[in-house]
């Protein structure tokens, strides 16, 4: 078994020297072909957790587990490292990097980078992003720190992550959501889509009642959704239903549909000119609604 676990990778002394070791930090340094796209076995004590690493909680019970799996089959899966210096900083692989620990391992198996500090926090973004266990709040927080942090625009996430911009701006807008309602969403107490019901409605009051509503009576997501309906039923402005032909309201959902904010459209009596109204509550709002636009 060990013979098994050591083919996985060879020691870093095997694939570079000593006064290499150190100096290769960059894809233009002599020897960095050496060292890229290999997998070497790195020393524990060598390596160090991202700070910016964006999963913030560990599951002993899980890494306890995971532990048991190492010390019985090794590490199956390398863990990423970012060369710097003669120490190794984790892109990816945070929890076999613990869990190894756990088990009593000297040193892992590893994919070794070359990278700058952005790309380092883009790459462990991402990798975070095509986990399963992620809940839906961890992954908008992700999402916001690639458009924010990196300067993503949404059309490259979406590309980076292969997921539609709709998508990542419904994931987006539950952090709207105040902090006991993504509490619960965390929690799982709640649905993702529970929580994309309530952000719909625009008062807050609203949103508190169908929450308390939600949890009290056990709803599912269609019946929040029901709720929802009956709730705007009395902010409904009547005049407008009655008065705005069939065709134009149905451009009116589309268009919010589309730019997620409200909009209203109002007509001449004859249907054949008129002006769309679009409503932002803040700067977020306008920026989404330009993002569109462009």
Known sequence: MKDKKRA???????????ESKGSINNATDIGAEKLVGNIVEVSLEDIYPNATQPRTYFDEKALNDL???????????????????EKFE??????????????????VPAYIRLVNDQEL???????????????????????????EEIGLTQENL??????????????????RLSPVVQDAIRSSEISAGHGRAIISLEDEELQNVLFKKIIS???????????????????????NISNLPNHLKKAEKNISDILDVK????????????KIVL?????????QILAHIH
């Open 8 to 18: 996985m990778g060879r020691g870093l002394g095997a694939i570079l020297s000593a």
């Open 67 to 85: 532990a048991q799996s190492i010390k019985s089959l090794g590490v199956i899966q390398p863990i990423t490292l970012r060369k710097d210096g």
């Open 90 to 107: 984790i892109i990816s692989g945070e929890r076999r990097f613990r869990a190894s620990k756990i088990a009593g391992l000297k040193s």
């Open 121 to 147: 926090l883009e790459m462990a973004l991402v990798e975070n992003i095509q986990r399963e266990d992620l809940d839906a709040i961890e992954v908008a927080l992700t999402y916001q720190r690639l458009l």
């Open 158 to 175: 979406s590309q980076r992550v292969g997921k539609e911009r709709s998508t990542i701006t419904n994931s987006i807008r539950l952090l």
């Open 217 to 239: 009576q056990k709803l599912n997501v269609r019946q929040a959704e029901q709720e929802v309906q009956k709730l705007k039923k009395p902010q409904v402005k009547t005049k």
């Open 263 to 274: 909009v209203e459209i109002k007509s001449s009596a004859n249907g054949k000119k008129g």
């Open 279 to 287: 409503d932002f509550k803040n700067e977020q709002e306008l920026e």
